[in-house]
């Protein structure tokens, strides 16, 4: 018999996620889609990260058969696996992890696919591109995902080397999951709040009207707003405003102690720096204010531009303030006047709830849409984050590849020989080695003894090629750190190691499951990771 209100077997299956990412953020996984490109050992270590928290259902492309250097590397192949197709035999082993994710194989080239059904990428939520892919095959996935919105992670694993590129055209975030959201409204309280001031903490300083048990569970939120007026009547009406006022700010709330053991106001004091703050729109937030997404609503818009519009035009009717999130900290106080003080900022944040709200079924209603088909539910979650929301506008593959990467972001770290940039040119010119007309099996640098010195000769070709394609002024001193990248790289012949294979697989589900949920904040463009010196950097090319 199931006890009324216990956990489900799927909540207590997924307990810690939920507490990450909630039941919206499950529910956005398991509708999901993913195709990996090449079953890679990246790419089998990336989905095992996707398959155990639970995708909706996966599809592996791949026409290679599994060889004893396979079994050396994937984990997610066996003896028994020699000789049969890799994509079937990762698919069949991937969904024994968990039977509720389902997973499909197509023992196939993805550039047959692309010849053939093109049309069939649009099936999926995100495509991950791992092994030796050729850039023109990139380039064609780009030119049909970036323009859906479709995610695609090209995920390159080297010996000690790794590099994922995240093209992705537009992507908002709503919850980024700050460390807080609460908002006090100190300098702006509203009539309610300024009401239960004038009840509780007006006699805050009359020892003949509270009592020490009284005065030492006063929540600290009054305690400031009390001590505030009393500081606005001193002051022209202004709140403290620089770091010397604060201080002396809290000074004057140590006064008003009427023993050292008095918590709240210990509490009151830490919270005037991070809470004494005049009301402003973050810049990101602005930003999204000010697109022309925003500004200009279309009978296509997505309900995020909606509801952004919603919100901006709520700001601009209320002083410039966002919708309050209600949220309150814990405190030192007496249940009662806890409960009755988180009451009022929750009833605050229903009414502004409920003018955002009534904005967006009129802006729905203008556009010629369902009032009603965006959810209360999305409004409100908006509505508590909107001093956080942030939008990623990426770079397609070929603005990097075809028009150039931000040149800036490779010339300011050339001349530091450790920079990680240097794999990322090292990357760059095993891609083109391995997409040379003349490599048509696609042998990747130093996978023949024999050939290892040419093989160096010509990545550093590509490299300098690269360079004055960009303009970028190089020199045998500034190139250094690139030689030793390539040295690595021609030295690992194309092959994976299976523990960087496992960090690779971790970081690209980690961002991978970011761009899902919308949630968190992804990766933009491109990270590099250097097993040898542990080290990692994010570079927007």
């Not at 003349?438 to 550093?460: C, F, M, R, Y």
């Given at each position: 018999?199931?006890?009324?209100?216990?956990?489900?077997?799927?909540?207590?299956?997924?307990?810690?996620?939920?507490?990450?990412?909630?039941?919206?953020?499950?529910?956005?996984?398991?509708?999901?889609?993913?195709?990996?490109?090449?079953?890679?050992?990246?790419?089998?270590?990336?989905?095992?990260?996707?398959?155990?928290?639970?995708?909706?259902?996966?599809?592996?492309?791949?026409?290679?058969?599994?060889?004893?250097?396979?079994?050396?590397?994937?984990?997610?192949?066996?003896?028994?696996?020699?000789?049969?197709?890799?994509?079937?035999?990762?698919?069949?082993?991937?969904?024994?992890?968990?039977?509720?994710?389902?997973?499909?194989?197509?023992?196939?080239?993805?550039?047959?696919?692309?010849?053939?059904?093109?049309?069939?990428?649009?099936?999926?939520?995100?495509?991950?591109?791992?092994?030796?892919?050729?850039?023109?095959?990139?380039?064609?996935?780009?030119?049909?995902?970036?323009?859906?919105?479709?995610?695609?992670?090209?995920?390159?694993?080297?010996?000690?080397?790794?590099?994922?590129?995240?093209?992705?055209?537009?992507?908002?975030?709503?919850?980024?999951?700050?460390?807080?959201?609460?908002?006090?409204?100190?300098?702006?309280?509203?009539?309610?709040?300024?009401?239960?001031?004038?009840?509780?903490?007006?006699?805050?300083?009359?020892?003949?009207?509270?009592?020490?048990?009284?005065?030492?569970?006063?929540?600290?939120?009054?305690?400031?707003?009390?001590?505030?007026?009393?500081?606005?009547?001193?002051?022209?009406?202004?709140?403290?405003?620089?770091?010397?006022?604060?201080?002396?700010?809290?000074?004057?709330?140590?006064?008003?102690?009427?023993?050292?053991?008095?918590?709240?106001?210990?509490?009151?004091?830490?919270?005037?720096?991070?809470?004494?703050?005049?009301?402003?729109?973050?810049?990101?937030?602005?930003?999204?204010?000010?697109?022309?997404?925003?500004?200009?609503?279309?009978?296509?818009?997505?309900?995020?531009?909606?509801?952004?519009?919603?919100?901006?035009?709520?700001?601009?009717?209320?002083?410039?303030?966002?919708?309050?999130?209600?949220?309150?900290?814990?405190?030192?106080?007496?249940?009662?006047?806890?409960?009755?003080?988180?009451?009022?900022?929750?009833?605050?944040?229903?009414?502004?709830?409920?003018?955002?709200?009534?904005?967006?079924r009129s802006l729905l209603a203008e556009l010629g849409r369902d009032s009603e088909e965006i959810a209360e539910s999305e409004v409100e979650t908006f509505c508590k984050h909107a001093g956080y929301a942030k939008l990623i506008r990426g770079r397609s593959l070929s603005e990097e590849y075809e028009k150039s990467p931000r040149a800036q972001a490779i010339s300011s770290d050339l001349s530091d020989s450790t920079a990680l940039i240097h794999y990322y040119l090292g990357l760059r010119a095993y891609e083109a080695f391995i997409s040379d007309d003349n490599n048509t099996q696609h042998i990747a640098p130093g996978a023949e003894d024999s050939t290892v010195d040419a093989d160096t000769e010509k990545l550093n070709k590509h490299v300098t090629e690269l360079l004055d394609k960009l303009s970028i002024t190089h020199s045998p001193e500034l190139l250094e750190g690139t030689e030793k990248a390539i040295g690595e790289i021609v030295r690992a012949g194309g092959g994976e190691l299976h523990n960087?294979?496992?960090?690779?697989?971790?970081?690209?589900?980690?961002?991978?499951?970011?761009?899902?949920?919308?949630?968190?904040?992804?990766?933009?463009?491109?990270?590099?990771?250097?097993?040898?010196?542990?080290?990692?950097?994010?570079?927007?090319?």
């Amino acid at each position: 018999m199931s006890i009324p209100g216990a956990p489900t077997a799927k909540e207590k299956k997924y307990d810690r996620q939920l507490r990450l990412w909630g039941a919206g953020g499950q529910e956005a996984l398991e509708t999901a889609h993913i195709l990996l490109i090449n079953a890679t050992a990246a790419g089998s270590e990336t989905l095992k990260n996707l398959v155990l928290p639970g995708i909706g259902r996966f599809t592996i492309i791949d026409d290679a058969a599994v060889t004893d250097e396979d079994l050396g590397t994937n984990f997610f192949l066996d003896d028994d696996s020699i000789g049969l197709p890799r994509a079937q035999k990762a698919c069949e082993l991937l969904c024994e992890l968990n039977p509720e994710v389902q997973g499909n194989f197509i023992n196939d080239t993805i550039q047959n696919v692309l010849k053939s059904n093109p049309e069939k990428l649009k099936d999926f939520t995100t495509v991950i591109a791992t092994g030796d892919i050729p850039t023109a095959t990139l380039l064609s996935l780009d030119s049909i995902l970036y323009p859906l919105g479709i995610p695609l992670f090209i995920v390159k694993c080297v010996g000690f080397t790794m590099s994922c590129r995240l093209v992705i055209s537009e992507h908002p975030m709503v919850e980024t999951h700050p460390a807080s959201t609460v908002d006090l409204r100190l300098f702006n309280p509203f009539p309610e709040l300024s009401a239960l001031v004038d009840e509780k903490a007006s006699s805050m300083d009359d020892k003949s009207k509270m009592t020490d048990h009284q005065h030492g569970h006063l929540p600290y939120v009054l305690v400031l707003l009390q001590t505030l007026n009393e500081w606005k009547s001193t002051h022209d009406g202004q709140p403290p405003s620089n770091y010397s006022q604060k201080n002396e700010f809290k000074s004057l709330l140590r006064s008003k102690m009427w023993n050292a053991d008095e918590e709240n106001f210990e509490e009151a004091i830490a919270a005037v720096l991070p809470h004494f703050n005049a009301p402003s729109i973050p810049s990101e937030t602005r930003a999204i204010f000010q697109d022309e997404k925003c500004t200009s609503l279309t009978k296509e818009s997505t309900s995020f531009w909606i509801i952004a519009r919603a919100i901006k035009e709520f700001s601009e009717k209320n002083g410039g303030l966002l919708p309050l999130p209600g949220a309150l900290p814990d405190m030192k106080a007496e249940s009662k006047d806890y409960i009755t003080l988180q009451n009022i900022y929750k009833s605050k944040a229903r009414a502004d709830l409920a003018i955002v709200v009534n904005i967006v079924r009129s802006l729905l209603a203008e556009l010629g849409r369902d009032s009603e088909e965006i959810a209360e539910s999305e409004v409100e979650t908006f509505c508590k984050h909107a001093g956080y929301a942030k939008l990623i506008r990426g770079r397609s593959l070929s603005e990097e590849y075809e028009k150039s990467p931000r040149a800036q972001a490779i010339s300011s770290d050339l001349s530091d020989s450790t920079a990680l940039i240097h794999y990322y040119l090292g990357l760059r010119a095993y891609e083109a080695f391995i997409s040379d007309d003349n490599n048509t099996q696609h042998i990747a640098p130093g996978a023949e003894d024999s050939t290892v010195d040419a093989d160096t000769e010509k990545l550093n070709k590509h490299v300098t090629e690269l360079l004055d394609k960009l303009s970028i002024t190089h020199s045998p001193e500034l190139l250094e750190g690139t030689e030793k990248a390539i040295g690595e790289i021609v030295r690992a012949g194309g092959g994976e190691l299976h523990n960087i294979a496992s960090l690779a697989g971790g970081i690209v589900a980690q961002e991978i499951i970011k761009v899902i949920t919308k949630q968190y904040i992804p990766m933009n463009n491109t990270v590099i990771f250097d097993g040898i010196s542990s080290r990692t950097h994010v570079y927007q090319l």
